[in-house]
């Protein structure tokens, strides 16, 4: 199981970013997908889920309206769109594979100006 994070960067306060994550080593439709982050000094935090097939996605408050989570199980990929982004925002951001606990190595975004 490989899952491979992009996209994150620098960005001003209201700017946007998308992440992607790249799975292989295993059947992708066949597992739901879950987007975390990590800020320094803080514990790891659930964003957004999506399950296998796309029919029930679920954020936390901090990001509900802002952030969109969605997924192409034809490219074996999830993605996060990221829209008006906070400084709080600012975290390593990792992609999950549910059941096995699956971790990807993680994108930075950091949201400053």
């Known amino acids: 199981v490989q899952l491979v994070e992009s996209g994150g960067g620098l960005v001003q306060p209201g700017g946007s970013l998308r992440l992607s994550c790249a799975a292989s080593g295993f059947t992708f439709s066949r597992y739901g997908m879950s987007w975390y982050r990590q800020a320094p000094g803080k514990e790891r935090e659930l964003v957004a889920v999506?399950?296998?097939?796309?029919?029930?996605?679920n954020y936390a408050d901090s990001v509900k309206g802002r952030f969109t989570i969605s997924r192409d199980n034809a490219k074996n990929t999830v993605y996060l769109q990221m829209n008006s982004l906070k400084p709080e925002d600012t975290a390593v951001y990792y992609c999950?594979?549910?059941?096995?606990?699956?971790w990807g190595q993680g994108t930075q975004v950091t949201v400053s100006s």
């Open positions: 999950h594979r549910q059941l096995g606990g699956y």
């Open positions: 999506i399950t296998r097939l796309g029919d029930s996605i």
